[in-house]
């Protein structure tokens, strides 16, 4: 009985000990609910007067009130943001590039701003050793030439909008590598822009200019030439009409498209060889039909494999 008499006794101790505890934080913690309601209503009033506030209309202000100003928001892909209003994401990109370049030797004189020695650079135009004899002048006035240029640099626009048929994009990217600005700095270094990419998808559909069906850029081996690969499969970006199915459902793997593009003749002369369509110089062909190809491209964890087709 005793010590049945103690526990009891001790519940009661800590049981009155523990009381005044738990009272004693109501009123704390209602001074901070208090607190927090009253910033609250304070923030709330603040985000009320600011939406009331129009924005300043007119490219320099002073205009009339404008709608009230709209935060962006992220777009469907990465680094794009959402055009307000619409469904439309959109990405705008590019870079500016400055080159440097001392030709030890096979430069050109002239041409000061050309950077690149691929297919459309100075590559085959080098009078090399073997080429040339020794004392040429047109070998050593190619030796110590520099220059600079920033006709590398790019400007891309990408848009993205979902769709009943799937998704609509657009992509369009240009550059300053335009063979027709090869000139003299006389007054100023005036570079014309050059198209490389402009064309429109919906689902499997592409139209505009875009790389060739044909080709497999994924397959080119990786170089600083901004020119390109030296012994690529032909041209790389052409105009063309373009549809891509996955072969998925059939259980096949990867994906089969066909394409329509522009075409440009080729013809074998035994004293000239290839020569363009030219017609004053009797060139036998014309460009009567497009290009049609056809591709079978079958990605792999290891790479991918591309099986391609064209008729001419």
Do not use: C
Not at 23 to 41: C, K
């Amino acid at each position: 009985m005793t010590n049945g008499r103690n526990i009891a006794i001790t519940a009661a101790l800590a049981g009155v000990m523990t009381a005044p505890l738990v009272f004693g934080s109501s009123p704390a913690r209602a001074d901070e609910l208090a607190d927090l309601r009253a910033n609250q209503e304070l923030l709330q009033q603040r985000l009320d007067q600011l939406a009331q506030i129009p924005a300043v209309g007119g490219q320099y202000g002073g205009g009339p009130p404008g709608p009230t100003t709209v935060q962006m928001m992220g777009g469907s892909f990465p680094r794009s943001f959402l055009i307000p209003g619409t469904d439309t994401s959109i990405r705008v990109g590019g870079r500016a590039t400055m080159i440097f370049n001392y030709w030890i030797t096979g430069g050109n004189p002239q041409n000061p701003n050309h950077t690149a020695f691929g297919n459309n650079g100075a590559a085959l135009a080098i009078p090399l050793h073997i080429h040339t004899p020794a004392g040429n002048p047109a070998r050593s006035r190619g030796n110590n030439v520099n220059g600079a240029t920033p006709r590398q640099s790019m400007v891309s626009v990408e848009t993205r909008t979902p769709t009943a048929w799937g998704e609509a994009r657009s992509f369009i990217s240009w550059d300053f590598n335009n063979n027709t600005a090869d000139a003299n700095v006389h007054v100023a270094d005036n570079l014309a822009p050059r198209l490389l990419f402009a064309y429109g998808t919906l689902g499997g559909l592409l139209f505009g200019q875009a790389n060739s069906n044909f080709a497999d850029p994924d397959a080119g081996a990786e170089t600083l030439d901004y020119g390109g690969n030296i012994g690529n499969q032909g041209v790389v970006r052409l105009p063309q009409v373009r549809y891509t199915q996955p072969l998925a459902p059939w259980g096949i793997p990867g994906a089969l498209s066909m394409s329509v593009e522009v075409p440009e003749t080729d013809f074998w002369k035994p004293a000239t060889g290839i020569t363009n369509s030219d017609s004053a110089t009797g060139f036998p062909g014309k460009n009567s039909a497009p290009d049609l190809t056809a591709a079978w491209y079958i990605p792999q964890p290891w790479g991918h494999m591309d099986f391609a087709a064209v008729v001419r």
